[in-house]
């Protein structure tokens, strides 16, 4: 059963935007989403959090200043703004979420694919001159 479902995905050119969505099909209301990529033949990693406490973002160094993540919670959505975006940003990304991820912790684990229970199916993003 698909939980969350992205979209935004596609094809653009080196120095190019692409905003990512993700509605969530899950009832309630999560305390942190994120998005995570993954490239071919390399491990998934935490691209963005956002912890809804304090309405806190947290940054992978290698997407800090160009990416923004934010939350529309009247409408269960997350949203993935990139914007100057590269080659090596070229991967599939997968929004995940929670509803019990702890704030003291978060600083700390957000970028750890185990602290989200909930995920989408990803979508590609191409960046291709």
């Known amino acids: 059963q698909v939980q969350l479902v992205e979209s935004g995905g596609g094809t653009v050119q080196p120095g190019g935007s692409l905003r990512l969505s993700c509605v969530s099909r899950v009832s309630g209301h999560f305390n942190s989403v994120a998005w995570f990529r993954q490239a071919p033949g390399k491990e998934r990693e935490g691209v963005a959090g956002?912890?809804?406490?304090?309405?806190?973002?947290y940054y992978a160094d290698s997407v800090e200043g160009r990416f923004t993540i934010s939350r529309d919670e009247s409408k269960s959505l997350v949203f993935l703004q990139m914007n100057a975006l590269e080659p090596e940003d070229t991967a599939v990304y997968y929004c995940a979420a929670d509803f019990s991820s702890r704030w003291s912790s978060y600083p700390y684990t957000w970028h750890d694919a185990t602290t989200y229970k909930y995920w989408g199916q990803g979508t590609q993003v191409t960046v291709s001159s």
């Open positions: 956002h912890y809804y406490s304090g309405n806190s973002a």
